[in-house]
Nanobody, 116 residues
Framework: QVQLAESGGGLVQPGESLRLSCVATGNTRRAYTMGWLRQAPGQQREFVAA????????YYGDSVKGRFTVSRDNSKNAVYLEMSNLKSEDTAVYYCYLARGRDTYWGQGTQVTVSS
């Protein structure tokens, strides 16, 4: 089993930046992909970003390309999401995930609100 804990959410104004963190604990010995999805009220869950085990490949959703950066620190079993130039439409609950083989684990989510 794997447990994920997100942190770093909050209330920011449009144009500002925010950094989310997610740490995995438990059975993290094998290679895995880590990333982020988000869900706004009344909307389906949307892919945001992910990075492979070695950090060699990063993936981004179209709506965040050029503004968000995903990174990870395998020594800490952590993945980060640097969000810049935030917009009101980025308001959502952000969920961290870890995917390994056929298994996917999810965090509880952290709220990001972008409002003036």
């Amino acid at each position: 089993q794997v447990q994920l804990a997100e942190s770093g959410g909050g209330l920011v104004q449009p144009g500002e930046s925010l950094r989310l963190s997610c740490v995995a604990t438990g059975n993290t010995r094998r290679a895995y992909t880590m990333g982020w999805l988000r869900q706004a009220p009344g909307q389906q869950r949307e892919f945001v970003a992910a990075q492979t085990w070695d950090g060699g490949v990063s993936y981004y959703g179209d709506s965040v390309k050029g503004r968000f950066t995903v990174s990870r620190d395998n020594s800490k079993n952590a993945v980060y999401l640097e969000m810049s130039n935030l917009k009101s439409e980025d308001t959502a609950v952000y969920y961290c995930y870890l995917a390994r083989g056929r298994d996917t684990y999810w965090g509880q989510g952290t709220q990001v609100t972008v409002s003036s």
